[in-house]
T-cell receptor
Framework: EAGVAQSPRYKIIEKRQSVAFWCNPI?????LYWYQQILGQGPKLLIQ????????DSQLPKDRFSAERLKGVDSTLKIQPAKLEDSAVYLC??????????????FGEGSRLTVL | GQSLEQPSEVTAVEGAIVQINCTYQ??????LSWYQQHDGGAPTFLSY????GLEETGRFSSFLSRSDSYGYLLLQELQMKDSASYFC??????????FGQGTELSVKP
């Protein structure tokens, strides 16, 4: 079975520019997550979708970050305008059930963002 | 709110046994997961405990005590390839998975 696909793998932008990341979860997985992982830290949950509805976005900086999951499959995470502190790896994960039936999420390889 | 604490670094030698502890505070708790992440790689699932006790999967075991809000990951017969970061993660209300800051394990020859 194909894993979680993310693109681009790497992106370098200047502050105040915008960027978008794309995620295609494992087929049939209803729950999709976006995490932000700053170097040396654990993944921080930004937003969780169940099908195309938002379950939790309490940690999403909504003044600059937005995410959507149209048709309950692919998802896009956008940052506009970017700040230096947004430099991180953006990880997409999916699971069949919310939180994973056994706590198991399947992660993509991530999109590494550098903001200059 | 939710918080998890785990040691930032652990060092051990090949063939040894190492234990990585995790304590948590959470408003809703359904289980504790463990993930491994190699440098530049994606986190990969290792184990999950929903109930008290020990779960064993090959060289790796995970333990949970809900009354103590405590768990640990036990790695036996350490190999060089086990050098990685290990994260505990709490499964909370709504299936939210909150990660700790990670423990960097260095395995020396």
């Amino acid at each position: 079975e194909a894993g979680v696909a993310q693109s681009p793998r790497y992106k370098i932008i200047e502050k105040r520019q915008s960027v978008a990341f794309w995620c295609n979860p494992i087929s049939g997985h209803a729950t999709l997550y976006w995490y932000q992982q700053i170097l040396g830290q654990g993944p921080k949950l930004l937003i969780q979708f169940q099908n195309n509805g938002v379950v939790d976005d309490s940690q999403l900086p909504k003044d600059r970050f937005s995410a959507e999951r149209l048709k309950g499959v692919d998802s896009t995470l956008k940052i506009q305008p970017a700040k230096l502190e947004d430099s991180a790896v953006y990880l997409c994960a999916s699971s069949h059930l919310s939180g994973g039936a056994s706590g198991e999420l399947f992660f993509g390889e991530g999109s590494r963002l550098t903001v200059l | 709110g939710q918080s998890l604490e785990q040691p930032s670094e652990v060092t051990a030698v090949e063939g040894a046994i190492v234990q990585i502890n995790c304590t948590y505070q959470t408003s809703g708790f359904y289980g504790l997961s463990w993930y491994q992440q190699h440098d530049g790689g994606a986190p990969t699932f290792l184990s999950y405990n929903a109930l008290d006790g020990l779960e064993e999967t090959g060289r790796f075991s995970s333990f949970l005590s809900r009354s103590d809000s405590y768990g640990y990951l036990l790695l036996q017969e350490l190999q060089m390839k086990d050098s990685a970061s290990y994260f505990c993660a709490v499964k909370g209300t709504g299936g939210k998975l909150i990660f700790g800051q990670g423990t960097e394990l260095s395995v020396k020859p």
